[in-house]
């Protein structure tokens, strides 16, 4: 990201991305122009906290989508590939299968975010008709 216009003074910033350890820092423009690189790290391996072994079915799908071996899972959300938050389930009482209805969905590629304790990751998904 370019961000050009900025007063000759010093700045804090914060770089967040899902799944990743956010960063911040603090940058001096007074003498001239800078170029900030950051490598973000990520958050506590999804294996470590019972994420790795979900799964989704059917896939595609036109109706409900399954997520089985969810008892570690504290939010499914459904994003659109433009990253837009379509649906979201919080498992409030920690089952172990989730069932969320993907039928208002329009046939496409979407993403299921599974969110548990200090860990995140993604499982693509179809809907078909």
């Known amino acids: 990201m370019e961000v050009q216009g900025l007063e000759k003074k010093v700045y804090d910033y914060a770089v967040t991305g899902n799944g990743y350890e956010p960063i ?14 950051v490598r973000m790290a990520s958050l506590t391996s999804v294996e ?16 409900e989508l399954y997520v ?44 299921l975010a599974i969110e548990g304790e200090g860990a995140s990751r993604g499982i693509p998904f179809a809907v078909r008709r």
């Open 24 to 37: 911040k820092g603090r940058v001096d423009l007074r003498d001239g122009d800078r170029e900030v690189k």
């Open 48 to 63: 470590s906290v019972g994420l790795s072994l979900e799964s989704a079915r059917p896939n595609p799908t036109s109706l």
């Open 68 to 111: 089985e071996r969810a008892s570690a899972v504290r939010f499914l959300s459904v994003v659109s590939l433009d990253e837009e938050v379509l649906l979201r389930h919080e498992n409030v009482r920690q089952e172990a299968e989730v069932r969320l209805a993907v039928g208002d969905l329009i046939e496409g590629v979407y993403t």
